[in-house]
């Protein structure tokens, strides 16, 4: 049925840009997407967008990029490192972030340089971050100069629950890269990268 002509490789097919377009209107602006096979494929590269020598990504000590992706993120970031940040039930608490964040001063070469901010959407204990949650959380990111990526590996959960929109629950409260879960949701190793930052994605 698919062979009755060309179709364009690496991802300039016509079924690659209706995706695209798919998830320009899921997310209500033009985004930047890249498929991967796995969620910590997604974490990792996403990660990897905003490496640092000596980087430091700051996630909940609970949090899937820690516990369960076997130090892929590290390797892919070519050895940066994960730092856990305490928070009750799963969820990063703000002020803990702050202070986390602060211990790590620019003109201190020795100790790592902060490189992104990393929360779980939902969590790996089943809570859900308010949208009100990742506003704050995303001011103390950008107070120090940081991105914040959303592991979404439930993120339709999270979105019923919250009864939000994709919208309104990444770019519109400072989510710059999203990690898009589908093999949770009823997919079969289909987990996307979404940046809201073209000029990263470049």
Not at 9 to 17: F, M
Not at 35 to 64: D, M, P, Q
Not at 116 to 133: C, D, F, K, M, P
Request: with cysteine.
């Amino acid at each position: 049925a698919h062979a009755g002509g060309f179709s364009t490789a690496y991802g300039d097919g016509a079924l690659d840009q209706a995706v695209y377009q798919s998830f320009n209107e899921t997310f209500e602006r033009e985004v930047a997407v890249f498929f991967v096979a796995t969620g910590t494929a997604a974490n990792s590269l996403s990660l990897t967008a905003y490496n640092k020598s000596g980087g430091i990504s700051f996630c909940h000590r609970e949090s899937h990029v820690i516990e369960d992706e076997c130090g892929a993120p590290e390797y892919f970031t070519g050895g940066s490192r994960l730092y856990p940040v305490d928070g009750a039930l799963g969820k990063i608490d703000p002020n803990n972030l702050d202070r986390a964040v602060g211990r790590f001063a620019p003109e201190i070469v020795h100790s790592g340089r902060p490189m992104a901010v990393s929360i779980t959407q939902s969590t790996e204990v089943g809570t859900i971050y308010t949208l009100n949650e990742i506003a704050r959380i995303s001011a103390i990111a950008k107070h120090h100069k940081l991105p914040l990526h959303m592991d979404g590996a439930r993120f339709a959960n999270a979105l019923v629950a919250l009864e939000t929109t994709p919208a309104e629950m990444t770019w519109k409260r400072g989510v710059d890269i999203l990690s898009f879960g589908g093999t949770k949701n009823g997919c079969w190793c289909a987990e996307a990268i979404v940046l809201f930052d073209l000029d990263r994605a470049r």
